[in-house]
């Protein structure tokens, strides 16, 4: 399953604010560090894909658990998409 940002979503780097933000019909939302680094890399990347490159990023963090817990939490938000069959 690869990972895109929803439908009217669109990311981009504030530097005003120092911060990702997440731009939709509606509004906008700043997102904390975490939730900046995730979503930037919902690409078209598995979800595998997305965890491997983040572990790269911060080689002494655990991080599957929480990033999949964020994935559902942004999905049911409608800020995510998926494309293809469930295979990570």
């Known amino acids: 399953m690869k990972l895109r940002l929803g ?3 669109r990311l981009q780097w504030e530097a005003a604010q120092s ?3 997440m731009l939709y019909p509606e ?3 700043r997102l904390n560090e ?3 680094h995730i ?3 919902c690409d078209g990347r598995t979800v595998d894909a997305l965890i491997t490159d983040l572990e790269a990023m911060f080689p ?3 991080l ?3 990033v999949i817990a964020f994935l559902d939490e942004a999905d049911a938000k409608g800020w995510l998409r ?3 069959e469930d295979h990570g």
Do not use: H, K, N
Request: charged share 25%; no cysteine; proline share 4%.
């Open 60 to 62: 002494d963090a655990e």
């Open 34 to 36: 975490p939730a900046g």
């Open 64 to 66: 599957a658990d929480d």
């Open 39 to 41: 979503l930037s890399r």
């Open 27 to 29: 509004g906008m939302i």
């Open 7 to 9: 439908t009217g979503m």
């Open 19 to 21: 911060a990702y933000v």
């Open 82 to 84: 998926t494309e293809g």
